[in-house]
């Protein structure tokens, strides 16, 4: 599914798991209104992978930083308590409705790092979209199959990539508006 912006285009790697790709999805958000191009969200179920290993050990001085970095973006952060299946909430991403899709997104990050929804289970997933007038704007049909291949030079989440140029991990607005700065001019 792809967002219509103006130039240029960006595909936004993640995982509903990380907190990073999180703030750096609301950032890219805020950012790309200004912009013109195609922006594809490509979300990837990373449990048990390398790409999110480990994060249940992270500190909680961590976890604070995230939150004060949140807070800078209007968004609550808190540490989940359990990190369940993402492969349901991936699923619609292809199917849902672009229109709505950022709205759709960004929901299912709050329900992970803010509200701590299992977004595994259909009907728990579902009630929480209605609950928070998403559902109801969305065609969400699960006949889309999980991505099973990943761009072989991804190593981290999130990654953005406008063109030949990524940018991995936490994601500030000065380095971003810089990279959509280089890719306008």
């Known amino acids: 599914m792809i967002i219509d912006y103006i130039k240029p285009d960006a595909e936004f790697f993640f995982s509903f798991h990380c907190p990073y790709s999180y703030l750096s999805w609301e950032l890219l958000r805020k950012k790309m209104k200004n912009c013109s191009g195609k922006l594809s969200p ?3 179920s990373t449990a048990g992978s390398s790409l999110t290993t480990y994060r249940e050990l992270w500190s909680e001085s961590r976890w604070q930083k995230l939150a004060m970095y949140g807070r800078e973006l209007d968004i609550i ?12 909430a991936n699923n619609y991403i292809n199917s849902s409705n672009s229109k709505f899709l950022e709205q759709y997104i960004s929901c299912i990050f709050k329900a992970v790092f803010t509200d701590n929804i299992d977004i595994s289970n259909n009907q728990t997933l579902f009630d929480y979209l209605n609950k ?9 049909v699960n006949n889309s199959s999980p991505i ?12 953005i990539k406008v063109s030949n140029d990524s940018l991995i991990g936490l994601i500030t607005e000065s380095i971003f508006s810089r990279m959509l700065k280089h890719h306008l001019d």
Request: charged share 20%; no cysteine; aromatic share 6%.
């Open 42 to 44: 490509i979300g990837l």
């Open 148 to 159: 099973e291949s990943v761009d072989s030079e991804l190593r981290m989440l999130p990654t």
């Open 77 to 88: 952060i808190k540490r989940p308590t359990v990190y369940y299946d993402s492969s349901v």
């Open 132 to 140: 928070n007038s998403v559902n109801s704007n969305l065609n969400l």
